[in-house]
T-cell receptor, first 116, second 118 residues
Framework: DTGVSQNPRHKITKRGQNVTFRCDPI?????LYWYRQTLGQGPEFLTY????????KSRLLSDRFSAERPKGSFSTLEIQRTEQGDSAMYLC??????????????FGPGTRLLVL | AQKVTQAQTEISVVEKEDVTLDCVYE???????LFWYKQPPSGELVFLIR??????QNEISGRYSWNFQKSTSSFNFTITASQVVDSAVYFC???????????????FGKGTKLSVIP
């Protein structure tokens, strides 16, 4: 039984470069979330997928950010023209609604991004 | 808008002491869910508990217990006989049901860093 996996675990990039992160959810989970966590803060919601459809985006998700979930399996989060303010931990979580329409989100280990 | 406040930024206790982590939340919804997650130094958020707004029963799981009080909008977490392995950042979180898009996005507090000293 594998949990949520994320790759890479760490990424160092220069300002202005593009980066892409990958999230592989728990296999039977059709719901997927991306969060961003900066130092000393709790995670903040970025976007939500149900199967392959991106149904909700936070105002934190600027035009430089794009997320996809082709075929409703793994998801990618791309940041274009990175800025130093993008330095953070990017967390992915997956879930499945239970019979009571409730869910628990299970998180991956995160990708720590440092923009120089 | 929803909000979660964890007023304790850092707590240090000596091993075997009991410790309570406070969580106060704000929401306008009558249906909502409360969570606690643990984040050890490795960074991965580990799920501990989920409660829904209709269930105010306190819960105990081993050395962990949770006290949910709607009257004070609090969902506090107590670790009994703390151990060094309990050292981590603990987050309280709230989710509401967004019926339109179906998202149950979590709103987190800023976390409480617990250090258990041997």
């Amino acid at each position: 039984d594998t949990g949520v996996s994320q790759n890479p675990r760490h990424k160092i990039t220069k300002r202005g470069q593009n980066v892409t992160f990958r999230c592989d959810p728990i296999s039977e989970h059709n719901r997927l979330y991306w969060y961003r966590q900066t130092l000393g803060q709790g995670p903040e919601f970025l976007t939500y997928f149900q199967n392959e459809a991106q149904l909700e985006k936070s105002r934190l998700l600027s035009d430089r950010f794009s997320a996809e979930r082709p075929k409703g399996s793994f998801s990618t989060l791309e940041i274009q023209r990175t800025e130093q303010g993008d330095s953070a931990m990017y967390l992915c979580a997956s879930s499945l609604l239970d019979r009571g329409d409730q869910e628990t989100q299970y998180f991956g280990p995160g990708t720590r991004l440092l923009v120089l | 808008a929803q909000k979660v406040t964890q007023a304790q930024t850092e707590i240090s206790v000596v091993e075997k002491e009991d410790v309570t982590l406070d969580c106060v939340y704000e929401t306008r919804d009558t249906t909502y869910y409360l969570f606690w997650y643990k984040q050890p130094p490795s960074g991965e958020l580990v799920f501990l508990i989920r409660r829904n707004s209709f269930d105010e029963q306190n819960e105990i799981s081993g050395r962990y217990s949770w006290n949910f009080q709607k009257s004070t909008s609090s969902f506090n977490f107590t670790i009994t006989a703390s151990q060094v392995v309990d050292s981590a950042v603990y987050f309280c979180a709230l989710s509401e049901v967004y019926s339109g898009a179906g998202s149950y996005q979590l709103t987190f507090g800023k976390g409480t860093k617990l250090s258990v000293i041997p």
